[in-house]
């Protein structure tokens, strides 16, 4: 095995590629500057190592063995891997990191996400013909579990942090804004025709429907349930309005949201008894730690994300803008 891993070099990859590519040993010596017997005995060479042919010897011309075959395929991926490596640890020597991961509240606007992601692969640093070289990781939470995602480590940004969260070492939060939450019923639902203010005790008689929080390690997020109603759970907020639609239960949900099914009649919304809901929303992301003081503090990934989130109109589109209506349900 030792042998084998010494004998498959990218040199040896290559000549393999320019014996393949020119069609002869002595077009490829020509090219790699060296003569066809010292070619021939290279491959030779790699062939033992192997312990299989690379090429077939009854043929005048280079003709690749199934073996050979693929070599070539696997030592071209290899060699297109390697200078991608060499690539990344160059950029990483610029301050570009490696892998950035973002956990997003499932609430806020994948509109804008995935407009921002447009926008960082479009980056051409210091005016070169290549992006960042930063792999993007998007994650999307639910509740607690955004706050859960970065200070486990499993996210280096997060979009859509409860805003009252308890400052914790290392973790720098800011505000990212407020959404408006709004109760609303399908219009046959029992709820849509009842009275207003709705107490209560008229609430608890009706299914309730709520997102899980996605936390596993920190306490769960529970809001506006009441002690003993029906509850259908779901795991995200789109799922929530669907549920809705379909007159499966009531509940609040973010006003952004629902604007258009509110406008086209599909859900009415219903004032209750109970406080109306105006969430406070941040974001956070992890500093420097202090076991590492020679680490920079903030990658150009991060760096650019943040000054993204900076802008008043970043943070507003994170919160009311939402494509068109999410269901097709009557």
Known sequence: MTDRRH??????????????RTGSFAAA??????????????????????????????????????????????????????DAVANRVRRVSTGWETELTIAI?????????????????????NGGSEGPGT????????????????TS???????????????TPGIEL?????????????????????PEPIDDAELIRHRAVAVADSAQRISPITVNLLSGQDVLTVPSMQTKIEAQLRCLGCGFVPEPLVRD???????????????????????????????????????LALQWWLGQLESQATREAFLNRHCGLLSDVD
């Open 7 to 20: 004998a498959l070099t990218p040199d040896a990859l290559m000549m393999m590629d320019t014996i393949a």
């Open 29 to 82: 010596a020509r090219e790699l500057g060296k003569v066809p017997s010292a070619l021939t005995y290279s491959v030779r060479q790699l062939e033992d190592a192997l312990d299989v042919l690379l090429f077939d010897r009854r043929s005048r011309q280079a003709k690749l063995t199934a073996a050979g075959e693929e070599l070539l395929q696997e030592g071209r991926r290899l060699l297109v891997q390697l």
């Open 105 to 125: 509240d499932g609430i806020l606007s994948r509109l804008t996400l995935l407009e921002l992601c447009e926008s960082f692969y479009a980056l051409r640093p």
């Open 135 to 150: 792999r993007l990781r998007l994650r999307t939470e639910v509740l607690a579990g955004t706050w859960e995602a970065l």
């Open 153 to 167: 480590g499993q996210a280096d940004l997060a979009i859509g942090v409860p805003g009252d969260m308890a400052l």
């Open 174 to 194: 800011r505000p990212l804004g407020e959404i408006d939450f709004v109760f609303a019923v399908a219009p046959h639902h029992p709820l849509a025709s009842h």
């Open 261 to 299: 099914h509110v406008r086209l009649g599909r859900l009415v919304v219903k004032q209750v008894q109970r406080q109306r809901r105006e969430v406070r929303l941040a974001y956070a992301w992890r500093a420097a730690s202090v076991s590492q003081p020679r680490k920079a503090p903030q990658g």
